[in-house]
């Protein structure tokens, strides 16, 4: 009766392993090994952009706002810039002609432009401060090169803007209007002034100027006491 409890308690410890190797055993693909529990998601979910449009949609699957994340959203979206489109009959809105075409290339390097060029602000933004408070005055010198960052990013940003509203200029000689609601009404807004990032990113520029200004002379005060 002791034995068979001994082999009965031993088949049950070495289940969980068996099932286990079961589960890991290894594929032979091209002379390599894999295993194929990790074989099996690699055909299924493996996916290679090649056009405009697919970096555009990688970049719409995630959006997080940290720094390493703003990094590779515009690192795609460069790539993006110098890739070819599909072609028509596989666009992201109905096509029918040469002109709605040429429309549809323009919004898209118009969107391009500034999503890279809000990357940039955000990233800046992460190195500036809404406010400067006296006690901050404390982290002088790490605020001082937090600071130039920030104004570094920030006009990295300027002429992605001026991009993307010549894209949006060129894009408003035509009279018709895409399937492409976000974008028409962003190409708008630019047209008529309601969407001007050079003036939002030249009075964040000024604004960081004041600040810069209040940690020089908290600086000087410093050394000359």
């Not at 410890?13 to 894999?34: A, E, G, K, N, W």
């Not at 300027?158 to 060129?170: C, D, F, M, N």
């Amino acid at each position: 009766m002791k034995n068979i409890f001994v082999v009965i308690l031993i088949f049950f410890i070495t289940l969980p392993i068996y099932s286990q190797l079961r589960l890991d055993y290894y594929y032979d693909q091209s002379d390599m090994y894999t295993k194929f529990s990790d074989w099996i998601p690699k055909k299924l979910h493996q996916w290679h952009p090649k056009n405009v449009e697919d970096y555009f949609l990688l970049y719409s699957l995630k959006q997080l706002y940290d720094e390493d994340n703003l990094r590779r959203n515009i690192f795609f979206l460069k790539i993006a810039l110098e890739k070819r489109f599909r072609h028509p009959s596989q666009a992201l809105c109905k096509i029918e002609n040469e002109q709605q075409y040429h429309k549809y290339r323009l919004l898209f390097f118009m969107h391009i432009n500034l999503k890279i060029m809000r990357s940039y602000l955000r990233i800046g933004s992460l190195y500036d401060k809404r406010h400067l408070y006296f006690y901050n005055l404390d982290f002088a010198d790490e605020l001082k090169e937090s600071f130039q960052i920030a104004e570094g990013f920030y006009k990295e940003a300027i002429p992605y803007w001026q991009k993307a509203r010549e894209y949006a200029r060129e894009a408003n000689k035509y009279k018709f209007e895409l399937d492409l609601g976000t974008l028409e009404s962003i190409r708008f807004d630019i047209i008529n002034g309601d969407i001007d990032f050079g003036k939002y990113t030249a009075n964040h520029l000024q604004r960081l100027k004041e600040k810069q200004t209040a940690v020089d002379n908290f600086l000087a005060k410093m050394k000359s006491e």
